[in-house]
T-cell receptor, first 119, second 111 residues
């Protein structure tokens, strides 16, 4: 399967600061990327869907001005949590789908996740 | 996406086959059954998917009933590394379609 990376794997920040999380597809072109959030002992909840070169589509209840998503290339999407607060502390996971030289994927491939802690 | 129902938790002895059931009685004709799993503090991992025929790959087998209202994921020889939360999801087979995760089944492999 295809490989997706995330950076950083962990981040601790002070309340009020902004944090950027990167999601990269390493061996395929990610035409669509997804961002999820997962609270402890809960399931993944989709935050937004982004297609390369287009504005992200946010799920109901997700503040687009707080969670800025940029998908400027076929291998990179970024999620910026602006003015972070302790309640934003969570596990953020990206996934991607697209095409490689040999395949067109119908499944999503997930990154390893980023654990954000806001003090 | 159609809703799925899975048991909250299951145990399985190491080396035995783990059979994880999933009910999806409202599945539409163009929706596939996908299985993912999530090991603690990691991103989900794709396992297998199918439409109506049984499927097998290096990780698992997927058995779908003839009426497509339920399915079973089979891990033939479970190891301790298979301890994870397993999610059964139904969706159309388009890559840009979102996945809606339910609560999944927490599978614990017992030594």
């Amino acid at each position: 399967g295809a490989v997706v990376s995330q950076h950083p794997s962990r981040v601790i920040c002070k309340s009020g600061t902004s944090v950027k999380i990167e999601c990269r597809s390493l061996d395929f072109q990610a035409t669509t990327m997804f961002w999820y959030r997962q609270f402890p002992k809960k399931s993944l909840m989709l935050m937004a869907t982004s297609n390369e070169g287009s504005k992200a589509t946010y799920e109901q209840g997700v503040e687009k001005d707080k969670f800025l998503i940029n998908h400027a290339s076929l291998t990179l999407s970024t999620l910026t949590v602006t003015s972070a607060h302790p309640e934003d502390s969570s596990f953020y996971i990206c996934s991607a789908t697209g095409t490689s030289l040999s395949s067109s994927y119908n499944e999503q491939f997930f990154g390893p996740g980023t654990r954000l802690t806001v003090l | 996406d159609a809703k799925t129902t899975q048991p909250t938790s299951m145990d399985c002895a190491e080396g035995r086959a783990a059979n994880l059931p999933c009910n999806h009685s409202t599945i539409s004709g163009n929706e596939y059954v996908y299985w993912y799993r999530q090991i603690h503090s990691q991103g989900p991992q794709y396992i297998i998917h199918g439409l109506k025929n049984n499927e097998t790959n290096e990780m698992a087998s997927l058995i779908i009933t003839e009426d497509r209202k339920s399915s079973t994921l089979i891990l033939p020889h479970a190891t301790l590394r298979d301890t994870a939360v397993y999610y059964c999801i139904v969706r159309v087979a388009r890559g840009n379609e979102k996945l809606t995760f339910g609560t999944g089944t927490r599978l614990t492999i017992i030594p």
